[in-house]
C-alpha cells in the first residue's frame, strides 16, 4: 500500500469526483478529496467504511490556501502525488442577458481559477512522479449556447488544459481533459429538475477518468468528450 499511486481530487464528496474516488480506491490507488461540505465528505467516507487509503479534506478549490494545504497533507501522509483531477464546479443555470449577477463571481472563480490553483499547488509532486493532471470540463465548453456564462467558463477549462499540456509535457507530466455531456449529479440540483432524455451516470463518466489516469507511461489522452447517446449538442 505504501507504494501504491496515490490521487488528489477536488469536488469528491459527491457526483462525478465521489465516483473517481470510489473506483481508484477500488483499483488499489491512495485518496485524497477535498470538498467545502465537512459533512457531505465524512458521510461518503463512511459511506465506504472510512477507508485507509482515504483522506477528506474541508476546503474551497478556489482558495489557493486551502489547495496549498490538501496538496501538502496529502504528501505528508502518502509520501507521493500522481493524480490531480479538477473536479470541483458548479453552474448558477442561468444566462448573461437576463441572469443574477450575485451568483456568477463565485461560478468562475471554482469553475476556472480552482483547476489553475491545483495545477500550480501540484506541479513540483506532478514532475517527481511524472504523474497525470486530470480537468473535468464539459460539452459546453465546445458547444455554444445562447447567454451561457458556465459554458464560457468550460470554454477557459478547455483551454486552460492545452495551454497546461503544451508548458508540462516537457516535464514528463500528462494533462487530460474530460468533457462529459449531461450526467445525473447534483449539478442539476440549482436547476430545479433533471434535463430530458438519456443522462450518464457519474460512474460512467468516472470509467473515462480512470481510463485516463490508467494508461501506460509515456501515453498522453489529451481530450475525451463523453455524450450519452441522444445528446445532439
Same mark, same amino acid.
Given at each position: 500500500?505504501?507504494?501504491?499511486?496515490?490521487?488528489?481530487?477536488?469536488?469528491?464528496?459527491?457526483?462525478?469526483?465521489?465516483?473517481?474516488?470510489?473506483?481508484?480506491?477500488?483499483?488499489?490507488?491512495?485518496?485524497?478529496?477535498?470538498?467545502?461540505?465537512?459533512? #457531505?465528505?465524512?458521510?461518503?467516507?463512511?459511506?465506504?467504511?472510512?477507508?485507509?487509503?482515504?483522506?477528506?479534506?474541508?476546503?474551497?478549490?478556489?482558495?489557493?490556501?486551502?489547495?496549498?494545504?490538501?496538496?501538502? #497533507?496529502?504528501?505528508?501522509?502518502?509520501? #507521493?502525488?500522481?493524480?490531480?483531477?479538477?473536479?470541483?464546479?458548479?453552474?448558477?443555470?442561468?444566462?448573461?442577458? +437576463?441572469?443574477?449577477?450575485?451568483?456568477?463571481? +463565485?461560478?468562475?472563480?471554482?469553475?476556472?481559477?480552482? $483547476?489553475?490553483?491545483?495545477?500550480?499547488?501540484?506541479? +513540483?509532486?506532478?514532475?517527481?512522479?511524472?504523474?497525470?493532471?486530470?480537468?473535468?470540463?464539459?460539452?459546453?465548453?465546445?458547444?455554444?449556447?445562447?447567454?451561457?456564462?458556465?459554458?464560457?467558463?468550460?470554454?477557459?477549462?478547455?483551454?486552460?488544459?492545452?495551454?497546461?499540456?503544451?508548458?508540462?509535457?516537457?516535464?514528463? *507530466?500528462?494533462?487530460?481533459?474530460?468533457?462529459?455531456?449531461?450526467?445525473?449529479?447534483?449539478?442539476?440540483?440549482?436547476?430545479?429538475?433533471? $434535463?430530458?432524455?438519456?443522462?450518464?451516470?457519474? +460512474?460512467?463518466?468516472?470509467?473515462?477518468?480512470?481510463?485516463?489516469?490508467?494508461? $501506460?507511461?509515456?501515453?498522453? *489522452?489529451?481530450?475525451?468528450?463523453?455524450? $450519452?447517446?441522444?445528446?445532439?449538442?
Amino acid at each position: 500500500m505504501t507504494d501504491s499511486p496515490v490521487a488528489l481530487i477536488t469536488g469528491g464528496g459527491s457526483g462525478i469526483g465521489a465516483a473517481v474516488a470510489r473506483q481508484l480506491l477500488a483499483a488499489g490507488h491512495r485518496v485524497a478529496v477535498t470538498g467545502r461540505g465537512e459533512r #457531505r465528505l465524512k458521510e461518503f467516507a463512511e459511506s465506504l467504511g472510512n477507508p485507509e487509503g482515504l483522506l477528506t479534506f474541508t476546503g474551497n478549490a478556489a482558495v489557493y490556501e486551502d489547495i496549498q494545504s490538501a496538496v501538502d #497533507r496529502t504528501l505528508t501522509s502518502y509520501g #507521493r502525488l500522481d493524480t490531480v483531477v479538477a473536479n470541483a464546479g458548479h453552474a448558477t443555470h442561468d444566462s448573461v442577458a +437576463d441572469g443574477d449577477p450575485a451568483g456568477w463571481t +463565485d461560478m468562475v472563480l471554482t469553475n476556472v481559477l480552482g $483547476p489553475a490553483l491545483l495545477i500550480r499547488a501540484s506541479i +513540483d509532486a506532478l514532475k517527481e512522479t511524472r504523474g497525470r493532471i486530470v480537468l473535468v470540463g464539459s460539452v459546453a465548453g465546445f458547444v455554444h449556447t445562447p447567454g451561457n456564462i458556465y459554458g464560457a467558463t468550460k470554454w477557459a477549462v478547455t483551454g486552460l488544459a492545452e495551454n497546461t499540456r503544451r508548458q508540462v509535457t516537457e516535464f514528463g *507530466v500528462g494533462v487530460t481533459l474530460i468533457a462529459p455531456g449531461r450526467v445525473e449529479t447534483p449539478f442539476w440540483d440549482g436547476y430545479g429538475s433533471l $434535463p430530458p432524455g438519456h443522462l450518464l451516470t457519474a +460512474d460512467q463518466i468516472a470509467d473515462s477518468v480512470v481510463w485516463a489516469i490508467r494508461q $501506460p507511461a509515456g501515453v498522453d *489522452v489529451n481530450t475525451v468528450v463523453v455524450r $450519452p447517446i441522444g445528446q445532439p449538442n
